[in-house]
């Protein structure tokens, strides 16, 4: 059973450009989670997804930042006009239900570096 | 909010020695869950151990285990005969129980080296 994917790994983007992230969950999951690691810090909660919903996204920047989870396909966390504070690694983790005994598995997750 | 304070931002051991990582949380709820996450230099996020905060008895995975004390709201890590391959990042979580349960709160880290 593959574990949570992320691509891509590594993605360099120019201040202005848009950067979109994407996140496929464990096989049967159907719940996803955004986290945000800035150097030096612990991950920060950003949204969290269901299939065709967004729950919860409170830790979500109010501009620029805006994430889906569609029906098929991976979830995709969208960035636009991408500036030199958005560098960071950012997290996916998945989970098969909410409930709190459910682990959320993550992913190797993705390094933004923005020039 | 709840918040997670990890103390240490650096620790050392020896290998084959014992070491612990410290972590306390604040919070007013009652019903809830901590973890251990270990994060080596390929910035994967690999659980480590789980603690349900019902239940009193402290939680032990092989080499793992955790000192719960609620009331002190302390949850610390107890990793014994050390290895090369523990050294990483350590990062302690907390999880509502409750409505909230939608994400995890993490504290700031602690990186573990382990001397040969």
């Known amino acids: 059973n593959a574990g949570v994917m992320q691509n891509p790994r590594h993605l360099v983007r120019r201040r202005g450009q848009e950067a979109r992230l994407r996140c496929s969950p464990m096989?049967?999951?159907?719940?996803v989670y955004w986290y945000r690691q800035l150097p030096e810090e612990g991950l920060k909660f950003m949204v969290y997804?269901?299939?065709?919903?967004?729950?919860?996204e409170s830790g979500m920047p109010k501009e620029r930042f805006s994430a889906e989870f569609p029906k098929e396909g991976p979830s995709i966390l969208r960035i636009q006009q991408v500036v030199r504070g958005d560098s960071a690694a950012y997290f996916c983790?998945?989970?098969?239900?909410?409930?709190?005994?459910?682990?959320?598995?993550f992913g190797p997750g993705t390094r933004l570096t923005v020039l | 909010a709840q918040t997670v304070t990890q103390s240490q931002p650096e620790m050392s051991v020896q290998e084959a020695e014992t070491v612990t990582l410290s972590c306390t949380y604040d919070?007013?709820?009652?019903?809830?869950?901590l973890f251990w996450y270990k994060q080596p230099p390929s910035r994967q996020m690999i659980l480590v151990i789980r603690?349900?905060?019902?239940?009193?008895q402290n939680a032990t995975e092989n080499r793992f285990s955790v000192n719960f004390q609620k009331a002190a709201k302390s949850f610390s890590l107890k990793i014994s005969d050390s290895q090369l391959g523990d050294a990483a990042m350590y990062f302690c979580?907390?999880?509502?129980?409750?409505?909230?349960?939608?994400?995890?709160?993490f504290g700031t880290g602690t990186s573990l080296t382990v001397i040969p």
């Open positions: 096989k049967g999951h159907s719940h």
């Open positions: 603690q349900e905060a019902y239940k009193q």
């Open positions: 919070t007013s709820e009652s019903d809830y869950y």
């Open positions: 983790a998945s989970s098969r239900s909410l409930a709190g005994t459910d682990t959320q598995y």
């Open positions: 997804l269901q299939k065709e919903n967004i729950i919860d």
């Open positions: 979580a907390y999880r509502s129980a409750g409505s909230g349960g939608n994400q995890f709160y």
